[in-house]
């Protein structure tokens, strides 16, 4: 609890005591009026500020002016009638505990999300001439060494060249078990170093690490609202003049339907239905529940390493029936190992050497097994005009002899005469070819352990259909789609193809479609589907920058877990939305009728807002999910 809370909660129990004081203990007359005046300003004088401010900044109707204009003129009524002024001042009392009863939930949403700001890197070690000097992460430049030691935050992405030491990245993935990295692995920022002194070689600057992308996403989450939250606040825009238009009619229109009548007009009962009607409707259950309780939920996403970019992606995620996955590195491991060689013209390490020189410098996933199958890449070779043919694979001049090397499109297409691997199942096939067909090697990737699961159980929760596609043959393709039970694969396309399949699938009618991918060529599918999904923590930066929801750790069963929460929170939110106005509009019918008194209306207000902000704040947690 704050200072500001503190506050709150003391005021809130002073003019309790006070309350209790003035209604139970006798007082002359002449002392009850100053005491209960006394008691209502101590509670309520910075409702009236605001109130005021509304007016003079012309935003007059918001909840304050209803609360300030309900509790004076039951006040006034009071002193006119029966001298009782509890109600008037119980008003306002009930409502600043409803306040601070919100403003302690809202603190606790948003402890769940600035608790990933701990990751923040204060500072970086830079080793200068056998010293350990400390620098902003700012200023370390690309290929610097930088040292972590015992307990301390990796500062900015890089690549171990020196030590071991176990990681704990709980706080960027959920993942509570730590990471034992050593040298050329890859480390990303916000880890914590357990053990051990590593010397880390910068492969970003820090504004484009992963702990400064992560505090971005998070922080601008709040920015982008979902429908229901859109709808709540046009719905106020409408809602509290219609009310405070509906309470003048219900105070002025009956008195003059009986003068009309020749009866007498009591004008003093229908001013206090007008005022509980004005406690009644005051809209703050739904004008606060309702974003609360996407707020809550980003920060239980963000615990479990799921970063949701805005609510209006939540309200999306949630209704999702079509999950369409790239496979490399999405279903599976994206790492690659040469399992058979087979050539008639050369020898296989003859073969592995023209390959690991033509594929020397892309980043393409297969790419680096084929480097690694053959480690002696500074032998004097030379290569020229290298061009990647997208979809395809890539062609380069090899001391002086042009040279093909790719799947059997390329080879179709440059009229080779080529031949099918006997063991084509198992992985991906790469063709090597001159003027004639020199030979192929055989990759394999690993299923992820828990891909399996996660088809099954987004089955399970309802999703009605899973897609795959890959650039892989048709062999490779439905093998591991047979393995996976995934319902639809599309194989052997071009990065371009997974876009025109996408929309395929959109414009079928088919539902929410959401796109699962971690690449550079996954951008666009991830940009044009209904909410895309980057496997966060080995995904490049443009995959993450254009997908809706990242996911930290790359397990594909936190795809469940995101579809999970979005609908339990979506859940809480119409259960709100349904619950307030239900509440209200059937306490503002008795009110107008004379059946509700202030205190039901303290109710239908304060009461209602605390139990749909207690339903809201359930959206944080998400064990079950």
Known sequence: MNKKQRQNLIRIAITAIMLTALHFVSFDSCWRFPGYFASYILISYDIIRKAFNGIKNKRPLDENLLMTVASVGAFVLAACESGDYTEAVAVMLFYQIGELFQSYAVGKSRQSISSLMDIRPDYANIEKDGQIIRVDPDEVAIGSIIVAKPGEKIPIDGVVTEGRADLDTAALTGESIPTNVTVGDSVISGAINTNGVLKIRTEKEFGESTVSKILDLTENAGSRKAKSEEFIAKFARIYTPAVVLGAIALFILPPIFSIISQNEPQWNVWLYRALTFLV?????????????????????????????????????????????????????????????????????????????????????????????????IGDGCDVADIEEMPGLGIKATVNGKKVFVGNDKLMKQIGANYHECHRASEGTVIHVADNDYLGHVLITDIVKPNSVKAIAELKQIGVRQTVMLTGDNKTVAKKIAAALNIDEIKSELLPTDKVSILEEIINSNAGKTAFVGDGINDAPALSRADVGIAM?????????????????????????????????????????????????????????????NMWLAIFADVGVMILAILNAIRAMFVKDC
Do not use: W
């Open 280 to 376: 009644i409707s005051c809209p703050c259950a739904l004008v606060i529940s309702i974003p609360l309780s996407f707020f809550a939920g980003i920060g239980g996403a963000s615990r479990k390493g799921i970063l949701v970019k805005g609510s209006n992606f939540f309200e999306t995620l949630a209704k999702v029936d079509v999950v369409v996955f790239d496979k490399t590195g999405t279903l599976t491991e994206g790492k690659f190992d040469v399992t058979a060689v087979h050539s008639d013209r050369m020898t296989e390490k003859e073969l592995l050497h023209i390959v690991a020189h033509v594929e020397a410098n892309s980043n393409h996933p297969i790419a680096a097994p084929l480097k690694n199958a053959y480690p002696h």
């Open 536 to 596: 966060g923590a080995l995904g490049s930066d443009a995959a993450i920058e254009a997908a809706d929801v990242v996911l930290m750790d790359d397990d594909p069963l936190k795809i469940v877990t995101a579809v999970k929460i979005a609908r339990k929170c979506l859940g809480i939110v119409q259960q709100n939305i349904v619950f307030a106005l239900a509440v209200k509009f059937a306490c503002l019918i008795l009110g107008a009728v004379g059946i509700a």
